[in-house]
Nanobody
Framework: QVQLEESGGGLVQAGAPLRRSCAAT????????MAWFCQAPVKEREGVAA????????YYADSVKGRFTISRDNATNTVYLQMNILKPEDTAVYYC????????????????????WGQGTQVTVSS
């Protein structure tokens, strides 16, 4: 059974960059799409970015396009989220997730596509 361990969260100032990592252990995720979700207080969880198993297809929420970049290293079973030009409204708990389907190529921010979740890590952007 795969487990996802996130790192790289914390407190940053607006405009600063932050890089999140998500390491999968237990089994390889190289054949599964991976994604990042976020949940702010009193808001529903939403998909931020997703990447296909090969890295050839990606999805970004409109709110992060041009600022965030998702990438993966299948050799190390790790997914990254580079967060640039951070804004206070990016403040949320961020979760890494692994797809339930094998080799999906149509990426989206739908939570029901994913069945394995990390523990979530707080990202706070101060103004």
């Amino acid at each position: 059974q795969v487990q996802l361990e996130e790192s790289g969260g914390g407190l940053v100032q607006a405009g600063a960059p932050l890089r999140r990592s998500c390491a999968a252990t237990g089994r390889t995720v190289r054949n599964y799409a991976m994604a990042w979700f976020c949940q702010a207080p009193v808001k529903e969880r939403e998909g931020v970015a997703a990447i296909s198993w090969s890295g050839g297809y990606t999805y970004y929420a409109d709110s992060v396009k041009g600022r965030f970049t998702i990438s993966r290293d299948n050799a190390t079973n790790t997914v990254y989220l580079q967060m640039n030009i951070l804004k206070p409204e990016d403040t949320a708990v961020y979760y890494c997730a692994a797809d339930r389907a094998l080799r999906r190529t149509v990426m989206s921010g739908r939570g029901q596509d994913y069945n394995t979740w990390g523990q979530g890590t707080q990202v706070t952007v101060s103004s």
